[in-house]
């Protein structure tokens, strides 16, 4: 992976620490939700790795997009499990970095859509 990378590297970090969150909720006995947040905090990064592989620049953005809407459910299921309080969990640092991959994701997208 490339150092330079911003995005590479939040969308990584992010998936490992939700491998790590679904680890806990696991063995706190909650599987639905947590496993929802798994595939989709996981395919982020996934997402945004093909994107780099992109064959034109339309293609990254629908790419990105996907990112985006990936990270944009994550933050859903995260918010549900910990309102729902099936598991006794601290989501603060998720939410905050789920916040700034959106935030970057988008910026992303808007300025390749921009260059289109």
Do not use: P
Not at 67 to 93: D, G, N
Request: proline share 0%; with cysteine.
């Amino acid at each position: 992976m490339k150092k330079d990378n911003l995005i590479l590297e939040k969308t990584f970090d992010f998936a490992l620490s939700i491998i790590e969150l679904y680890k806990i909720t696991t063995e706190q006995k909650e599987y639905v939700l947590s496993k929802q947040i798994l595939r989709s905090g996981t395919s982020i990064g996934a997402n945004t790795e093909e994107a780099i592989a992109a064959h034109s620049r339309k293609d990254f953005a629908a790419k990105m997009i996907i990112a985006s809407k990936e990270a944009r459910e994550t933050q859903y299921w995260l918010r549900l499990l910990q309102k729902s309080c099936l598991v006794k969990l601290e989501f603060t640092t998720q939410l905050n970095d789920i916040e700034t991959i959106i935030n970057i994701i988008t910026a992303i997208v808007k300025t390749t859509q921009e260059k289109c």
